[in-house]
């Protein structure tokens, strides 16, 4: 009995894993991109980590291999459970800022290049913190999960667990929360993060679990690592952090169970997720309600109205008394400089994708810091330093080695200061030539302290600059003359950011009181004081002459306000009690230790170089089903993947079987990227099955006796078919301002045999043939914002011939050419799509290759050898309706597209003995209607979309209805 009841386990449990393998088929090709190839490697060896990095890293990986050791004493501890030893690697040669821990391969990359909105601890000690509890969360799973899931599954089957039980919310709120409760600093103590879900309750009130967990198009609601904090957070202060720890037990323990995470929290609590929700923000707004009340509030004007959609207005300046300049960030919209004129809003010029804390102005004069993307590799892109001269609209772009961010023009001595980051992280203020763009001064500072936003003082002399070293932050002064360094307002753990120098004063935002206020360093007296008190955070101070412009934060984002000088606070710091965070104390009691990388001894690892061929396969995943990682489709069969650590090979053996046909075959495929082009290649053999209509002779009865006659009957007919296919193609992408152009040549090189087994008819098709394809894939597009269903510019242009080679079977040949035009509709986020498709083939004598180019949406494929066709769409957003039905579905937006299509085309018409016996013209159309939700289903972070197409046939007064639906699995 007890042993039917595991078979009918095992069964069910196949069933639901199965039932996920799309996800898990993404998880293994899971890559971030290559760095050049040209780079070597090199590897640490500690106790619980491997450490892989560029050589010219060495010093500083050693720190990082220190830093990785001491967390993981402390890391594990209230999830109880020490993980297993993972792969480190380390990119160093990109501008990205970032970490993440992927499963199958497991690994953690972290992105070493800081960005000038880190809050009060060093870079890397962030990075390690928070990323360690990916691994521990990740690595209690795949360690408590019942045997047979790994045995069948390998290294997915956590990521399986996690993809189906595991609320987002909960993996980046804990790893928040403990990134916090482990150091003085942490997102938990840094006012800016906290703020948003203040404004949005007490502005807005609260929205519902879904709409605060899964977003909305229309209203700003807080990214999960912000909600997650407050509800981890507020979970483990009020019912301790055994809580998390029982849950990842559960959903290990347990993984065909129904809500294992409401489930435990029912036991634990009493309450669901959606219940704790309401119950923990309703005393979280109650208590930010009783604190905005007691607040002595200043006077503010806003200048920007109320926005429809979330818009930011940042980095602001005074062109002269009546004009603004302003970075704004829409989600309607792509990310402009704009100009403000009594109220007027007007593009200045629409940039490309400026780092955090890098976009400013004097005068005429504009100046940014944006990425640009290697040609080839992923993790090369370098910084631009962009100078724009409003006044003729000229501008310039300076390329360096290091790194540049948060430039800052003195027009008076015609330079720029920046801070500049080199490959070791070492940190740099310097001085450039603002004309040549040349660097004329480099001032490394004593301890490498990083370094922030830099402005500087009337002369040109002296620079003012926020450094963060292990004390914390603090605002200090750099003589550009003699590089001398002076610290002027000590703000340890607390944020100060952003300074701004104007007669004799220092203003800058800081967070003394848990929100962000503007204050003013006065030099005469030496003395602090806050100037401003909002409700929720002011920031990017601008001194005018009788008020500060700034950033005022509401529920809509950051919103431009003036400050009178007759309304200012003038509170000194020193009457100032420092913010105690509440839930980030109660939450380092529960730890019992914040982690002091100060006090550990240096220690100098092993090391040695890091073969790359050595370690081309890794296997990690395995599965009882064969996984289309392409179409994201599961058959019968066995899958076995392998991705090498950097990102640069993927391999996958499996063996699919055909229901169907009652055959089966072997896949082999592999790809690598690391060279400049890319190889990529996939062999299959086995053997097919199907059923033909084939001409026999049969004896039929006649009143004469029996007669044979050729007769068309309905055969079974076995064969076996062996295929390669190989490609070599080279990615190039190119990037200037809002424009972005991606380049793909490619040739293909197909061969196809087919042979006969023993019970194969002598008369069946047998033989082989083979073929080159050229591909040129070109594509302009620009930035899209977040609304936008489709570029609002682009244009896409493909280019293929594919030729059959003599030798074996003639295929005939294929030429094609299609193209996609993409233009604004008639109102924001509306889009026009022309499609153009035309092809030539020459029929080969015994197979001929497929369609190119599509036909008309309600129509099927058929054979031809010459076909054009032309399709044009409206797409448009209907409404954005933030509804949900339980937690079965929530729909975040309604879409709709309109679209007609037209297609000729012209073919032969062929004997029994293929000669051509005649011509054929045809011509279709169609046009319909696409009816569209987007949103979420189960709760499940990845966005669904689903809905119909209608398209009516004029010629046949035919209608077609086909459903339609996709999962972006871009979220994850």
């Not at 396969?617 to 019968?636: G, I, K, L, M, Q």
Request: hydrophobic share 35%; with cysteine.
């Amino acid at each position: 009995m007890k042993r039917n009841c595991r078979i009918k386990w095992c069964l069910k449990l196949v069933f639901v894993i199965v039932s996920m393998a799309p996800l898990a088929g993404y998880s293994q090709y899971f890559s971030t991109g290559q760095e050049p190839a040209n780079i070597r490697w090199r590897q640490i060896n500690t106790v619980h980590f491997q450490l892989i990095y560029p050589e010219d890293y060495e010093a500083k990986a050693q720190q990082v291999a220190s830093i990785f050791e001491k967390v993981y004493e402390f890391g594990y501890r209230t999830l109880e459970h020490p993980p297993r030893k993972i792969s480190v690697i380390l990119h160093t040669h990109t501008v990205k800022s970032n970490g993440l821990v992927a499963w199958s391969p497991k690994r953690v990359e972290l992105f070493t290049t800081p960005h000038q909105a880190i809050y009060a601890q060093d870079w890397l000690e962030q990075l390690a913190i928070h990323e360690f509890r990916h691994v521990v969360q990740m690595d209690k799973i795949q360690q408590e999960l019942p045997d047979i899931l790994p045995i069948l599954f390998g290294e997915q089957a956590a990521a399986l667990a996690v993809g189906a039980y595991l609320p987002f919310w909960f993996i980046e709120g804990d790893a928040v929360v403990t990134e916090t409760a482990l150091s003085h600093a942490g997102r938990g103590r840094k006012a800016s993060f906290l703020m948003e879900n203040k404004a949005q309750s007490i502005e807005n009130g609260l929205y519902s679990f879904d709409k605060a967990y899964l977003g909305s198009y229309k209203d700003f609601v807080p990214n999960r690592y912000k909600f997650g904090y407050w509800m981890v957070g507020g979970v483990r202060q009020a019912y301790g952090p055994q809580v998390w720890s029982s849950i990842l037990t559960e959903i290990a323990r347990k993984p065909l169970s129904i809500s294992p995470v409401n489930r435990v929290l029912r036991r634990e609590t009493g309450l669901t997720q959606k219940d704790l929700y309401q119950k923990l923000f309703e005393n979280y707004k109650s208590k930010w309600t009783d604190e905005l009340s007691q607040l002595e509030q200043t006077t503010v004007r806003p200048l920007t109205p109320a926005p429809k959609f979330p818009t930011q207005y940042t980095q602001a300046y005074a062109l002269n008394d009546s004009t603004i300049i302003a970075y704004k960030q829409s989600r309607s919209d792509l990310d402009r400089i704009v100009k403000i004129v009594s109220g007027k809003e007007q593009v200045v010029t629409t940039p490309g994708q400026i780092f955090q804390e890098s976009f400013s102005g004097e005068g005429n004069m504009l100046i940014w810091s944006e990425r640009r993307p290697d040609v080839r590799w992923t993790h090369a892109d370098r910084s631009v330093i962009v100078v724009y001269n409003m006044a003729n609209g000229r501008k310039q772009e300076f390329r360096y080695e290091n790194k540049l961010f948060s430039p800052r023009i003195s027009l008076k001595q015609l330079r720029f200061a920046a801070v500049e980051v080199d490959k070791n992280n070492r940190y740099f203020l310097s001085v450039f030539d603002l004309t040549t763009g040349k660097r004329v001064q480099q001032f490394g500072l004593a301890g490498n302290p990083f370094l922030f936003t830099p402005c500087w003082d009337l002369r040109g002399e002296k620079l003012f600059f926020v450094m963060l070293t292990s004390a914390g932050k603090s605002l200090a002064s750099l003589d550009v003359n003699t590089g001398e360094v002076t610290k002027l307002v000590e703000g340890g753990f607390h944020e100060i950011r952003n300074p701004y120098f104007e007669n004799d004063t220092i203003y800058f935002t800081g967070s003394f009181t848990g929100i962000d206020n503007i204050y003013a360093y006065r030099f005469d007296s030496g003395k602090t004081e806050q100037l401003s008190s909002v409700p929720f955070g002011a920031d990017y101070p601008i001194r005018l002459q009788n008020e500060i412009l700034f950033s005022n934060y509401t529920s809509m984002g950051y919103q431009l306000a003036n400050l009178s000088t007759s309304h200012f606070l003038n509170k000194s710091l020193t009457d100032i009690q420092p913010k105690k965070y509440e839930l980030a104390e109660a939450l380092a009691q529960q730890e019992g230790k914040v982690l002091d990388f100060e006090q550990e001894e240096e220690v100098t690892y092993p090391s040695k170089k890091y073969n790359k061929l050595a370690h081309i396969f890794n296997f990690h995943s395995w599965a009882p089903v064969y996984v289309d990682v392409d179409n994201t489709e599961v058959r019968p069969g066995v899958s076995l993947f392998s991705q090498n650590k950097l990102g640069t090979a993927e391999t996958r053996l499996g063996y699919e079987y055909n229901w169907e046909e009652e055959a089966g075959k072997y896949i082999l495929g592999f790809q690598y990227s690391g060279f400049f082009p890319v190889f990529d290649f996939e062999l299959t053999s086995g053997k097919r099955n199907a059923d033909f209509n084939v001409i026999r002779q049969v004896s039929v009865p006649t009143t004469t006796g029996y007669t044979t006659v050729n007769d068309t009957v309905r055969e079974n007919i076995e064969w076996k078919e062996l295929g390669f296919n190989g490609q070599v193609f080279i990615p190039l992408r190119f990037s200037q301002g809002k424009y972005s152009q991606y380049i793909r040549p490619a040739v293909e090189y197909t061969y196809q045999k087919v042979a006969h087994t023993s019970t194969t008819p002598e008369g069946f098709y047998k033989g082989y043939y083979h073929s080159l394809s050229y591909q040129l894939f070109l594509q302009n597009t620009i930035a899209r914002s977040e609304l936008d269903l489709q570029p609002p510019w682009a244009q896409i242009v493909d280019l293929s011939y594919r030729d059959g080679l003599s030798g074996g079977n003639d295929v005939g040949s294929l030429s094609a050419i299609e193209s996609y035009l993409f233009f604004p509709g008639l109102f924001d986020n509306h889009g026009i799509k022309i499609y153009n498709g035309y092809q030539q083939k020459e029929s080969g004598t015994s197979v001929t290759f497929g369609n190119t180019v599509r036909f008309p949406r309600g129509y099927n494929s058929f054979q031809n050898n010459e076909m054009y066709t032309g399709g044009i769409d409206y797409v448009m957003p209907l409404f954005y309706p933030d509804w949900n039905l339980g937690r079965l579905l929530y729909l975040k937006r309604l879409r709709t597209s309109f679209f007609f299509d037209y297609s000729q085309a012209n073919g032969n018409i062929y004997s029994d003995e293929g000669e051509i016996v005649a011509r054929y013209s045809s011509q279709m159309k169609s046009l319909g209607v696409e009816l569209m939700g987007d949103g979420h289903f189960l709760r499940l972070i990845s966005p669904v979309s689903a809905g119909v197409r209608c398209a009516f046939i004029p010629d046949s007064k035919n209608f077609y209805l086909q459903m339609l639906f996709s999962v972006s699995l871009d979220s994850l």
